[in-house]
C-alpha cells in the first residue's frame, strides 16, 4: 500500500501544472472583443508534430504591442498550450499584449518522450520564431517578456540564464526583455537531496521529484541535473525578473524561488523583484475553483495556491494581484 500510494501522489503531482492553466472563459464587459486568435502555428520549418506549434493572440494597434511569450508547465511530462486560453485572451484583451503559448515535447511516449535537452530546446526555437515573425501579429520583436508557471518557469528561467538555447537558435539575451517566473525549480539538486533536504522535504516528497527528475532529465544525478539549473548559471548579464511563488504551493517551491530571488539579488536588486500570493489574495471564485480541481486528488487538497496562481490570471480578477504584478512588470521593463 505504502508503495501504491507513493506512486498514486507522484502520478498526481506530475498532473498539477497541467489543470493550473484552466479558468472560465467568460469575458464581461470585454472592452474591445476584436481580439485576434491564431492557433497551431509549427515553429520549425517543415515539422508537423503537434508539439511543435504555438498560439498567438493579439489586438492589432496603433504602435506595436509588447509580447508575452508563455510556456505551460505539467513537471515537463504533461500539460498543452489550450489549458491556457483565458489567461493568454485576459492579457491580449485587456491590456494589449500580444501573446503567445507555446507547446514543447513532452516527457511522455505521445508528445515526443522528450529527455533534457529536448524540453528547453524546443522553447528556444520557438522564442526565435517568435522574434522573426511577431510584427505579423502587432507584436514588438524588441520587447519579448518570457513567462512561465512550474516546468515553463524552469524553462523560461534557464532560456534566460544559460545563453546557449539562445544562441543555438541565432537568438540572444537581448532579444529578452524580461522573465516572469511562477513557481519554479531552480536548483534542480535540492530537490532530490536526501537526508538534510535543503528545502525541508521530507523523504516521500523527495521521492517524488527523484521519479520527476529521472523522467525528465533521465537521472536525478548531480551531473545531469546541475547543468539543467538555472541557479547555475548566474552571472551579471541575466534580465530582469519577476518571481512569484504562492501560498500551499508545492513542496519546497517557496524556498527555493526566495534562494533564487536572493542570489539574483546580490547581483544586482535592481533587477529583480520578488512577490508571494496569499490565500487571502485570490477572490472567492478563484479559491472555490482551484478547490475543487484539488479536491480531485485528495492527496493533492493541500497545494491549492499551484492551481490558483494562474487560475487568477482571468477577466474577473485582472485587478487582483498577480495580474497586476505583471502587467506593471512589463510596463516597467
Known amino acids: 500500500m505504502k508503495i501504491f500510494r507513493l506512486l498514486f501522489f507522484a502520478v498526481s503531482l506530475v498532473l498539477v501544472a497541467l489543470f493550473s ?10 472592452p474591445d472583443p476584436v481580439m485576434n486568435r ?17 498560439d498567438v493572440y493579439y489586438k492589432l494597434n496603433p504602435t506595436p504591442n509588447d509580447v508575452v511569450f508563455f510556456v505551460p508547465g505539467g513537471a515537463w511530462r504533461q500539460g498543452d498550450k489550450s489549458k491556457y486560453d483565458t489567461m493568454a485572451m485576459t492579457l491580449a484583451t485587456y491590456y494589449d ?32 520564431w517568435t522574434t522573426l515573425n511577431i510584427r ?6 524588441g520587447s519579448i517578456f518570457l513567462f512561465g508557471q512550474s ?14 538555447y539562445l544562441y543555438q537558435h541565432g537568438c540572444s539575451l537581448n532579444d529578452v526583455r524580461g522573465v516572469i517566473s511562477m513557481s519554479a525549480a531552480y ?23 527523484k521519479g520527476i527528475m529521472t523522467g525528465a532529465f533521465g537521472s536525478y544525478d548531480t551531473t545531469v541535473l546541475n547543468p539543467a539549473s538555472p541557479a547555475r548559471h548566474l552571472n551579471g548579464t541575466f534580465p530582469p525578473f519577476l518571481l512569484i511563488t504562492t501560498d500551499l504551493d508545492m513542496p519546497g517551491f517557496v524556498a527555493d524561488g526566495r534562494e533564487f530571488g536572493s542570489a539574483l539579488d546580490l547581483i544586482d536588486p535592481a533587477r529583480v523583484a520578488f512577490f ?12 472555490i475553483s482551484a478547490s475543487e480541481m484539488a479536491a480531485q486528488e485528495p492527496l493533492l487538497a493541500e497545494y491549492i495556491g499551484h492551481y ?11 485587478n487582483r494581484v498577480p495580474t497586476p504584478w505583471i502587467v506593471e512588470f512589463i510596463r516597467n521593463h
Do not use: M
Request: charged content about 15%.
Open 21 to 30: 492553466g484552466c479558468s472560465k472563459s467568460s469575458s464581461p464587459d470585454d
Open 38 to 54: 491564431v492557433t497551431n502555428i509549427f515553429y520549425l520549418p517543415g515539422d508537423t508534430f503537434h508539439k511543435h506549434t504555438l
Open 97 to 128: 499584449f500580444t501573446v503567445v503559448v507555446t507547446n514543447y515535447r513532452l516527457s511522455n511516449p505521445d508528445d515526443g518522450a522528450a529527455v533534457h535537452p529536448d524540453h528547453i530546446n524546443d522553447v528556444a526555437a520557438a522564442f526565435s
Open 136 to 141: 505579423d501579429y502587432g507584436g514588438n520583436p
Open 151 to 164: 516546468a515553463g518557469a524552469h524553462l523560461v528561467s534557464l532560456l534566460a540564464t544559460d545563453t546557449q
Open 187 to 209: 536548483q534542480l539538486e535540492d530537490f532530490v537531496v536526501f537526508p538534510l533536504n535543503p528545502l525541508g522535504l521530507n523523504a516521500e516528497e523527495v521521492l517524488i521529484y
Open 276 to 287: 508571494h500570493l496569499l490565500q487571502s489574495d485570490y477572490s472567492a471564485e478563484t479559491w
Open 308 to 318: 490558483a496562481e494562474v487560475v487568477a490570471i482571468n477577466p474577473q480578477d485582472r
